[in-house]
Structure formats: C-alpha cells, structure tokens
C-alpha cells in the first residue's frame, strides 16, 4: 500500500511539474505580440505572398519604416507598411534589413 501511495504520488509531482515548465516556455518564446517597428536598409518589394508568382504590393525606398508583425520563414517576415497612405500587409525578404 505504501509503494502503491508513493509511485501516485511521485507520477502527480512529476506530471504537476511538467505542466508548469511548458506553459512558462511558451510564455518566454514570444514576450512581445505587437509589431515592431525596423526600417528597410535597401528598396525592396512588398508581396502578397511567399513564392516567385506572388502579386507585388508596393515598392519601398531604403529608409522605409515597417511594422514587422511576424517571421514567417527563414527568407520571409511578414510587415504592416503605409504606402502612398494606403495601409498594406504582406511579405519581404528578410535581407531588405540590417542585423
């Protein structure tokens, strides 16, 4: 009965303990929702999608603010810009900003 008492015990600490660390990580992966402001180091194309074909947007000046919103993938994030006071959302390369 003892065994029986302490094996449920040790597997409700264990399962308690691992519940705590994953919702902490998820917390500490994304900080910050909101979009954050960078500026565009070289002119580059706002697409409104992630492939060759995609429909181009706007065209950016260097110098130009966005919004990034998301890293989408490893060549693309995903930013709010206002063009000709129009407001876009789309895609840019990655490589449009500095480090």
Known sequence: MKKTLLYFGALALLTASACSSSRDDSRSRRPNDAPVAHTSVVE???????????????????????????????????????????TETGYMYRTCFGK
């Open 44 to 86: 580059c194309i706002l697409y409104d999608g992630m492939t060759k074909s995609s429909k181009q947007l706007a065209t950016l000046n260097a110098g130009s603010e966005v919004q990034v919103m998301d890293t989408v993938s490893a060549y693309f994030v995903k930013v709010r810009v206002t063009a000709a006071g129009k």
